[in-house]
Structures are given as structure tokens and as C-alpha cells.
């Protein structure tokens, strides 16, 4: 097989293999049944860009809940999996290895004495099982392993009952039966279709991205945030990701997704807000955030504090792109987190500028609707510029205007005086209030004494 001569490869991009021994049983019984499992597709890198990706083998023991193969480096031809890893490895493991439980080898078997008539539509008719590697070599009455079998160039009746005596399984008509069929399911059959995909580095990508659905469609942050996990080497990379995402939340304070966290985290970084996706497969592509990221971490956290500090929640946070500009001030200036809630004059001053920024780009109608990454990264240039001692709100003011103005109208105050209760401008024109009076309001004296 190709798996054995390395000439299919994982790249670094794919998930862990995730799938749980259900699974494994219900692909194998489809392979029996002679059901389709869907179409692998892969792509040949080239030696080029081969030398640009990280790859691994597919795994073939499997020891934990989440894991990866080996790394490896892929040979001049061979395959990378963009779509159907998990059906793949699945197969792998089945016929090549096996799992690890307690500390002792399992492989899978078919259990040749065991299967449904009539199993119904979700149900299993064959019955699969990793067994004791140990038990199977003292003999076992109907546990055939299924790697035994596919492993055979050629089976015939004969070749089976001697293998299924070998075995030391009872060589019945029947046991025959399905030893043959289950050779025929694995070898002769066509299992998968595999389209191979040619071409560039972006191409792939895209490829990889619509082809991965698993029941919800990957994004290029899904894939950034597997390139990060792998490249950083590091086991609970994942997990403080995750961890970032629901401390920059506060306790589901506000509903910052990944995409705005990460692409924040790009913009701090590296000064683009946009996702490069030829830098996603790269080790280089996720570098300067992994150089950056504890600063990074503790900025944005400052961030949301701030943003919180001005009475904005998830509901009221007309668009999640202002935690970019926010977020890179505060990185910029190398502010801590006793930034929000520091007395002095000169730090309560920075702050209001701050929020008259957000106040206007929260109130003013679809000002972050359709150019938000020009916005962005406009917000990047003028306070790389001249946000290095204070917030620098008229140079944004003056900056913004060959993207979008952030300057009040007479039709926006009019706009402004039509609020009423319950609109999410109620909460954003509260900014505008001195803070003393902020903090004691609350729904009933907004509607008894406000209203």
C-alpha cells in the first residue's frame, strides 16, 4: 500500500485524529455491506512546496483520544490528504495497527460468529472489535483479524480456510464466507475514488477549506488556529487558544468569535488584518503571532476589560472589529492591565478619547458595514504613527476620512434624539454620560428618570 512507502502524508494544516472506536466499527461494517464512504481527495505538493509544509504520517497506532503521526518528509510524488483523513487513518489503523488500551496493543477484528440479519438503518450488520493483541495469539474460536485478510494479495476459498485454521478459527462454510467477503470489501473492491488535485499552495487551501465540512464549514481561522497547534509544537496550544477566547469573552461578557481574536492577533503581529492564505500552511505564517503571543494575550484581554469599563456588552457591540484597533493601542503602548482602572488625570483623559473613538464608530449607521479590514488597518497606520503617548482620536478622525468619516452630522444628533428604549443605541449613548452616573444606572432608572 502507498501507507507503507510514506508516499501519503498528513500535512500539518489537517485536525488530530479524532475518532472514536464507533466509528472505526461503522466504516469497516460499510466496507462489508458495500456502501460508499465518500471520496478521498488529495493533492500532490511537489518538491517545492514540500520543503515549505510540515507533514505527518498517517497514524497507524493509535494511543490517545487526539493524536498525530509521525513527522515525517514526503517523497517527490506522494499524496497529501486535503480531504478524508479521518476515513483514512481509520482504515490504517484497522489493517496496519491498531489502538493502545491499558497499556496493551488491540487490533480489529471481525467476529465471524456475530452479525445482524436485519440491522435496521443506523445499525451495524457485522460485528467489529479491537481484541488483546495477546488473547489473539493463544487462539481465539471466531475473532479474525481484519489486517490478515486485507494484507492478502489473493484470497480464495482455499487460501482462507487455510488461513482461517492458522487462526485456529473453525474453517465453516459460513466462517469462509465472510473471510472472503470481507477480502473482496477491502482489496478488490473499489473503496474510494481518489482525486488527485494539482496545483499551487492557495489553490489547495481552498480546496481544503470547502471540502472539510465534518457538519460545519471550516474557516481559514479553523485552519490558522490546527497550523498553530502544530507548528508551536506544543500540546495544549489548542487549549490556550480557547482559554484566550472565553477570558477575552469575560464570562460570556461578550461573543468575540476566533476569526476577530486571532485575525487581532495577526494584526499585532505581523500588522495585517487580512489572512494570507498562503502563510497558513507555513511555520513562518504563525511565527510572529507565537513571538508575540503573550503580549498579544494580555492585550486583548486589557482590551475587552476596557470596552467592558464602557458599559458595552455582547449585545450592545454593534461590530466585533473595534477589539482590533483597541487591542493593537494597548499593544502598541505596552499598557497593562491597571490601564482600565487608573485615577490619575492623564490616563482618565487617554481613556475618553479612547471611548469617544468607540462611541463614534459604534453610533454612527453601517460605519463598519462592507470596509471593516480597510478600516482596520488604517486604525493600524495612524496609531503606529501617533498613538506612542496618548490615543491619537483627531489624527484617526482625519486619517478615517479617505475610508470612512468618523464625524458627527446634524442628521446623526437628530438620528440620535428618535433613540428610544431597548435600541442598542440606548446602551452607546450611555457612554456618553459622566462616569460617576454610569455606574448607577440600572434598567429601571434608565426607564423611570431617563425615559
Known amino acids: 500500500m502507498r501507507i507503507h512507502k510514506k508516499s501519503i502524508v498528513i500535512p500539518a494544516i489537517q485536525r488530530d485524529f479524532v475518532w472514536q472506536e464507533g466509528q472505526i466499527f461503522r466504516l469497516f461494517d460499510s466496507l462489508m455491506r458495500g456502501y460508499p464512504i465518500g471520496t478521498l481527495l488529495v493533492w500532490m505538493p511537489g518538491e517545492e512546496i514540500a520543503e515549505q509544509i510540515s507533514f505527518y504520517d498517517l497514524v497507524t497506532v493509535r494511543h490517545s483520544a487526539n493524536q498525530i503521526g509521525e513527522s515525517t518528509h514526503p517523497l517527490p510524488?506522494?499524496?497529501?490528504?486535503?480531504?478524508?483523513?479521518?476515513?483514512?487513518?481509520?482504515?490504517?489503523?484497522?489493517?496496519n495497527g491498531g489502538i493502545v488500551k491499558r497499556g496493551k496493543k488491540h487490533i480489529l477484528c471481525i467476529d465471524l460468529d456475530n452479525q445482524e440479519d436485519r440491522p435496521g438503518t443506523n445499525g451495524l450488520q457485522y460485528s467489529f472489535q479491537f481484541v488483546d493483541e495477546s488473547d489473539l495469539k493463544r487462539g481465539h474460536s471466531s475473532m479474525l483479524p481484519v489486517g490478515d485478510v486485507a494484507r492478502k494479495r489473493s484470497l480464495d476459498a482455499q487460501t482462507a480456510r487455510a488461513l482461517l485454521d492458522s487462526k485456529k478459527i473453525a474453517p465453516s462454510r459460513a466462517h469462509t464466507r465472510l473471510t472472503l467477503q470481507l477480502h473482496r470489501s477491502l482489496v478488490v473492491e473499489k473503496t474510494a475514488i481518489f482525486q488527485v488535485e494539482r496545483g499551487d499552495l492557495e489553490r489547495a487551501l481552498n480546496i481544503f477549506a470547502r471540502a472539510n465540512t465534518g457538519g460545519t464549514k471550516l474557516t481559514y481561522v479553523d485552519l490558522l488556529v490546527a497550523t498553530i497547534a502544530l507548528h508551536w509544537r506544543m500540546n495544549d496550544a489548542r487549549k490556550a487558544i480557547s482559554q484566550l477566547q472565553e477570558d477575552v469573552n469575560l464570562n460570556k461578557h461578550f461573543d468575540f468569535d476566533l476569526n476577530t481574536i486571532i485575525r487581532t492577533g495577526l494584526l499585532v503581529s505581523k500588522g495585517s488584518?487580512?489572512?494570507?492564505?498562503?502563510?497558513?500552511?507555513?511555520?513562518?505564517?504563525?511565527?510572529?503571532?507565537?513571538?508575540?503571543?503573550?503580549?498579544?494575550?494580555?492585550?486583548?484581554?486589557?482590551?475587552?476589560?476596557?470596552?467592558?469599563?464602557?458599559?458595552?456588552?455582547?449585545?450592545?457591540?454593534?461590530?466585533?472589529?473595534?477589539?482590533?484597533?483597541?487591542?493593537?493601542?494597548?499593544?502598541?503602548?505596552?499598557?497593562?492591565?491597571?490601564?482600565?482602572?487608573?485615577?490619575?488625570q492623564k490616563t482618565v483623559e487617554d481613556r475618553n478619547r479612547i471611548k469617544a473613538f468607540v462611541a463614534r464608530t459604534?453610533?454612527?449607521?453601517?460605519?463598519?458595514?462592507?470596509?471593516?479590514?480597510?478600516?482596520?488597518?488604517?486604525?493600524?497606520?495612524?496609531?503606529?504613527?501617533?498613538?506612542?503617548?496618548?490615543?491619537?482620536?483627531?489624527?484617526?478622525?482625519?486619517?478615517?476620512?479617505?475610508?470612512?468619516?468618523?464625524?458627527?452630522?446634524?442628521?446623526?444628533?437628530?438620528?440620535?434624539?428618535?433613540?428610544?428604549?431597548?435600541?442598542?443605541?440606548?446602551?452607546?449613548?450611555?457612554?456618553?454620560?459622566?462616569?460617576?452616573?454610569?455606574?448607577?444606572?440600572?434598567?429601571?432608572?434608565?426607564?423611570?428618570?431617563?425615559?
Open 77 to 95: 510524488r506522494a499524496w497529501a490528504v486535503l480531504d478524508g483523513q479521518q476515513r483514512l487513518t481509520a482504515l490504517n489503523i484497522g489493517i
Open 273 to 344: 488584518y487580512s489572512l494570507d492564505t498562503k502563510a497558513l500552511f507555513k511555520e513562518s505564517g504563525s511565527q510572529a503571532l507565537k513571538n508575540n503571543w503573550d503580549k498579544f494575550a494580555r492585550s486583548v484581554r486589557t482590551a475587552a476589560e476596557l470596552l467592558a469599563s464602557f458599559g458595552l456588552s455582547g449585545g450592545s457591540l454593534a461590530a466585533r472589529g473595534i477589539l482590533a484597533p483597541v487591542t493593537w493601542y494597548v499593544f502598541h503602548r505596552g499598557l497593562t492591565p491597571g490601564y482600565v482602572n487608573k485615577k490619575d
Open 362 to 451: 459604534m453610533l454612527i449607521q453601517a460605519f463598519w458595514r462592507g470596509q471593516s479590514d480597510q478600516i482596520i488597518q488604517q486604525c493600524y497606520r495612524t496609531i503606529k504613527s501617533y498613538g506612542s503617548d496618548s490615543f491619537p482620536l483627531e489624527k484617526l478622525e482625519r486619517d478615517l476620512e479617505t475610508v470612512r468619516s468618523i464625524k458627527m452630522t446634524e442628521d446623526d444628533i437628530v438620528e440620535f434624539s428618535r433613540t428610544y428604549y431597548g435600541r442598542r443605541s440606548t446602551t452607546l449613548l450611555r457612554m456618553l454620560f459622566p462616569p460617576e452616573i454610569v455606574a448607577g444606572m440600572v434598567d429601571s432608572t434608565q426607564v423611570d428618570h431617563i425615559y
